[in-house]
């Protein structure tokens, strides 16, 4: 069984009651204001979805961020450090043999 608007509309009221009892204000709604405020909740929600996805693009790109500041320099210190030290032992080695030890 379809309704059509009206009929909708009233068995709408007939299932919600007010806190008050009145059913007037549901009843005083037609169709096209419920479908005027699904327009404008959906251009909200759609505001919305917009706004999201830019954060997390943010969220992204600052992750990437941090990678590339943080992350790969411990890369890379973890094969310059050793270098280094080998030198410096090296340099060491090299000045203490001349003393005699």
């Given at each position: 069984?379809?309704l ?54 943010y ?5 990437w ?37």
């Amino acid at each position: 069984m379809e309704l059509d608007g009206r009929a909708a509309t009233q068995a709408l009221a007939r299932l919600v009651c007010c806190p008050n009892g009145r059913r007037d204000t549901i009843l005083a709604m037609d169709t096209s204001s419920i479908e005027k405020e699904l327009r404008e909740q959906r251009e909200l929600i759609e505001k919305i979805y917009v706004s999201a996805e830019k954060t997390r693009k943010y969220f992204l790109w600052t992750m990437w961020g941090t990678v590339i500041v943080f992350v790969v320099p411990l890369i890379a210190l973890a094969f310059v450090v050793p270098y280094f030290m080998n030198t410096y032992v090296s340099q060491l080695s090299g000045a203490t043999s001349g003393l005699g030890l």
